[in-house]
């Protein structure tokens, strides 16, 4: 099982300020990886795919890169939306895996 | 617009069973590949279980392994997760998503989840 850690756990950041999540394989998953936002209350929503692909209409301040075991996404200025948790998923291996998280909130 | 509304969940005690429905509109059900995501109260998303093609390849979590089946019905648009042998580590929220090649397999869509409660 591909393993998927990210951190940190919690970020907290002022409106305005950029945010930097990070996510990390046990073992190589190519550029195979996608990174969601949940609010509370709400179902996933899709923001990355490919690593580093916008899904469609998602905002360019979101952007993702990485590939093999290191991915990063950045928020470049937050914006008060996008407090939320943020998950990343592997899909080149079964059984699919998920992060545990990072809260984004108010500083 | 993509839809996905699911159903079925409630209070049920340990040992029992469950079937979960996912009622689909607004793309062609039959040729996506149709997936469960679950989360536990207050923790992070684990996927469950997917159902590729027409129903010949399904994968699971070892977690739900031999008790859960995941099942399609494409004339009536609906997904199903037949959960049996519930237990306490079991409750959660379940997510009916769907899969999608064009996005790298991500999840494209979700429902708006159905919580699923097991306790005596």
């Known amino acids: 099982e591909v393993v998927m850690t990210q951190s940190p756990a919690t970020l907290s950041v002022s409106p305005g300020e950029r945010a930097t999540l990070s996510c990390r394989a046990s073992q190589s998953i190519s550029s195979n990886l996608g990174w969601y936002q949940q609010k509370p209350g709400q179902a996933p929503r899709l923001l990355i795919y490919?690593?580093?692909t916008r899904a469609t209409n998602i905002p360019a301040r979101f952007s993702g890169s990485g590939s093999g075991t290191e991915f990063t996404l950045t928020i470049s200025s937050l914006q008060s939306e996008d407090f939320a948790v943020y998950y990343c998923q592997q899909y080149n291996n079964w059984p699919l895996t998920f992060g545990g998280g990072t809260k984004v909130e108010i500083k | 617009e993509v839809q996905l509304v699911e159903s079925g969940g409630g209070l049920v005690q340990p040992g029992g069973s469950l079937r979960l429905s996912c009622a689909a509109s607004g793309f062609t059900f039959s040729t996506y590949p149709m997936c469960w995501v679950r989360q536990a109260p207050g923790m992070g998303l684990e996927w469950v279980s997917c159902?590729?093609?027409?129903?010949?390849?399904?994968y699971y979590a070892d977690s739900v392994k031999g008790r859960f089946t995941i099942s399609r019905d494409n004339s009536r648009n609906t997904l199903y997760l037949q959960m049996n042998s519930l237990r306490a580590e079991d409750t959660a929220v379940y997510y009916c998503?769907?899969?999608?090649?064009?996005?790298?397999?991500?999840?494209?869509?979700w429902g708006q989840g159905t919580l699923v409660t097991v306790s005596s």
């Open positions: 490919l690593a580093s």
């Open positions: 998503a769907k899969r999608e090649a064009a996005v790298g397999r991500s999840f494209d869509h």
């Open positions: 159902l590729i093609g027409s129903g010949v390849d399904t």
